[in-house]
T-cell receptor, first 113, second 109 residues
Framework: SQTIHQWPATLVQPVGSPLSLECTVE??????LYWYRQAAGRGLQLLFY??????ISSEVPQNLSASRPQDRQFILSSKKLLLSDSGFYLC????????????FGPGTRLTVL | GQNIDQPTEMTATEGAIVQINCTYQ??????LFWYQQHAGEAPTFLSY??LDGLEEKGRFSSFLSRSKGYSYLLLKELQMKDSASYLC??????????WGAGTKLIIKP
């Protein structure tokens, strides 16, 4: 069966510090991978998605970046965090674009102070 | 633009029935999803509709009308554990999910 991991679970970082969040998927090959951010009481905002190694599409211009160094690894980064980067970051996967449900990782709660 | 509208919050009584509505305007349509999200947790899949009509799955049912850009999630025999946010999402012409802000459902004894 497929599983998706994210770490860390929670993170408190000062403004201006760097960020690295990691997501890995097990039990599947060549998944489509997604990074979402959810502000408190809000819906999911798609940040990045990837259909393969080294292929990243950005949905929202901001100070975040993403990379996919391996088939089942997706990394979200920032060089300098802003207060507005606080939120709940969710990684998700789907086997193919025309597939149905997206499966979500447990999420990372990021607080920028 | 693309838009998904849901009520912000609803309250219902344990054992009752509640209907959560979702209206959408998107560039293309390739299916509508409902997810449940408990506070502090990731969303979990509830239902998927791509054709008009009602899909039933236990205590939960989901309805779709593509001509009206409308869906609802029906929860029967409400239990306290059903207290959560319910997210409506539409897959657009690029097969990307467009998410509503979610409806927070509060169940009272």
């Amino acid at each position: 069966s497929q599983t998706i991991h994210q770490w860390p679970a929670t993170l408190v970082q000062p403004v201006g510090s760097p960020l690295s969040l990691e997501c890995t998927v097990e039990g599947t090959s060549n998944p489509n991978l997604y990074w979402y951010r959810q502000a408190a009481g809000r819906g999911l905002q798609l940040l990045f998605y990837s259909v393969g190694i080294g292929q990243i599409s950005s949905e929202v211009p901001q100070n975040l970046s993403a990379s996919r160094p391996q088939d089942r690894q997706f990394i979200l980064s920032s060089k300098k965090l802003l207060l507005s980067d606080s939120g709940f970051y969710l990684c998700a996967w789907i086997l193919q674009l025309r597939g149905n449900e997206q499966f979500f990782g447990p999420g990372t709660r990021l607080t920028v102070l | 633009g693309q838009n998904i509208d849901q009520p912000t919050e609803m309250t219902a009584t344990e054992g009752a029935i509640v209907q959560i509505n979702c209206t959408y305007q998107t560039s293309g349509f390739n299916g509508l999803f409902w997810y449940q999200q408990h506070a502090g947790e990731a969303p979990t899949f509830l239902s998927y509709n791509v054709l008009d009509g009602l899909e039933e799955k236990g205590r939960f049912s989901s309805f779709l009308s593509r001509s009206k850009g409308y869906s609802y999630l029906l929860l029967k025999e409400l239990q306290m554990k059903d207290s959560a946010s319910y997210l409506c999402a539409v897959k657009d012409s690029n097969y990307q999910l467009i998410w509503g802000a979610g409806t927070k459902l509060i169940i009272k004894p």
